[in-house]
């Protein structure tokens, strides 16, 4: 707090200037200047890119060095992802499918690096995306619906969040499993990390968890999954030759693993350069399969080598791309824990020495709860302060809502409904704005600790900042569904969804906007990592 203070008064000592775009000298200083940010009062917000105006946009990022966005949007048939180069005249690199409309794709990442977008889905998939041309590179489904995405600091993992508060850790650009924590009750609405890897994840259950990461070896014979019953077969999902997710159901009386022949062809297996054969018994009677030797599966930590599979269409059950048969249940042990739906497999036999992987694994650190919901937050480049936004109802689209908005009726002003700087350390509220009518679903700060940025369902984007008593204020078509300030505080990023227009052109209000910061009287900070060189 003390910390706060004095950086308020050297602002207030300071005055206020004519505000105006960076000078020459000042953006090369930024850019000359490791990790570099800039910090100061805002005065304003300049358009600078209009990226979309057409459609509903849920989720907007920018690269660490500020040349690139990328945002997901509803196109007519898929969640559609928007790639943009900003460096010098804003222009779209690529508009690429995600997946099926019914899935929402309510978060992205940009790599430390800027190479690579990661997106999350409730379908249950990660997806890599190259930043350069937006052609997927990788993808790796989980057990349950994703809405929070974060890399790590190094670039080497990512965390995702689930709809249950399920936080997963993947090893990057393998998206390997490395570790898992039911860190929340209910949705984790934001994942951060800061530049020292201790990861910040916020919920539904009205709590931000701080957590400690550090690199381990970790045994790779055993593993919990969740498990479905379908069709009178237990399934559990698993990773074919670390390159395919499929479904996969437990049947002793199949003498071999089994996978479908699209699942083989994604796992690189060449089906007609099979040698092997084998006879299994299908609904349709014997049949002759060919066989993979010596394939790889994955189910989270247990990795599973040197084992044969046979392709076979047949030999499947509805639903399933494979069978794990008698081949594999002899190898290993299935326990099934009906009460937590989870299935646990552990190696019979033991390897010596026991096989282990490098992991990142989080152990929890401090809880901090508070009086409402939290639906996002990001971090400031010191990790000292979050910026957050709280809610007194989750920030869920009701039929009451839509029906409030449609007869034009405001949301009167509640102390719930806010946007706040808060101690990283402490979980205290260091300061607390309630401007919006109704849902803050969005919150940003600078990455100096200064400035609150925040969005809500009353079509607004707020600029707070403890200095000033009016904020700077955006309108926008509909409900603002993510700000994020770039990492060298030189752009604001707005997701929003836009009244769509059917006719003509189908233009509408803005939906995907980058806005530069004007600044009173800018400074060029270095970040924590260059200090600590």
Known sequence: MRTVSLLL????????????????????????????????EVSELSESALMNNMDFVYSIAISRGGE?????????????????????????????????????????????????????????????????????????????????????????????????????????????????????????????????????????????????????????????????????????????????????????????????????????IDVPFLKDTATVATPMGNTVVRVARGQALSFKALQVVGLDLAVCDACVPPDTQGVLGEAFIQRYEVAFDEVGGEAL????????????????????????????????????????????????VKAERTREIYEREKKGVPEPLREGNAGAIVDAHTGLLVHKWTRHEGVVATAAISPDGQTLATGGWDKRVYLHHPLERSPIRREFGWSVRRVRFSEDGRYLAVAAWTPQNPLGDQQSNPSAMLYELLYHSPEVQGGPAALAR
């Open 345 to 392: 497999l552990s190696a019979k036999q033991k390897a010596e020495p026991p096989r282990t992987m490098r992991a990142l694994a989080l152990s929890p650190r401090k809880r901090m709860g508070f009086e409402w919901y939290v639906n996002d937050f990001s971090l400031d480049r010191s990790g000292r302060f979050l910026g957050v936004a709280f809610s007194e």
């Open 9 to 40: 008064a050297a602002l207030a000592l300071g005055g206020c200037r004519t505000p105006s775009g960076l000078s020459a000298g000042m953006l090369a200083r930024l850019r000359q200047t490791p990790e570099g940010y800039l910090s100061g």
């Open 68 to 268: 690139k966005v990328a945002f997901t949007h509803l196109g007519p048939k898929t969640f559609q992802l928007g790639m943009w180069d900003v460096s010098h005249r804003p222009r779209q690199v690529a508009d690429q499918p995600v997946n099926h409309y019914q899935y929402d794709v309510e978060s992205l990442a940009f790599s430390p690096d800027g190479k690579a977008v990661a997106t999350a889905s409730r379908d249950g998939a990660v997806r890599i995306y190259s930043a350069e041309t937006g052609s997927p590179t990788g993808a790796c489904s989980t057990e349950e619906p994703l809405v929070s995405v974060a890399f790590h600091p190094t670039g080497r993992y990512l965390a995702v969040g689930s709809s249950r508060g399920l936080v997963t850790v993947l090893s990057f650009p393998s998206l390997e499993f490395s570790f898992e924590l039911r860190a929340h009750e209910g949705e984790v609405r934001g994942l951060s990390f800061a530049d020292d890897g201790t990861l910040y994840s916020g919920g539904w259950d009205k709590s931000i968890v701080a957590f400690a990461s550090a690199e381990e070896e970790a045994p790779t014979d055993s593993a919990r999954l969740r498990f479905e019953r379908r069709g009178g077969y237990s399934v559990v999902r698993g990773t074919v030759n670390g390159r395919v997710s499929a479904a996969f159901a437990f049947d002793a009386r199949v003498p071999f693993a089994v996978v479908t022949s699209e699942v083989a062809r994604a796992a690189g």
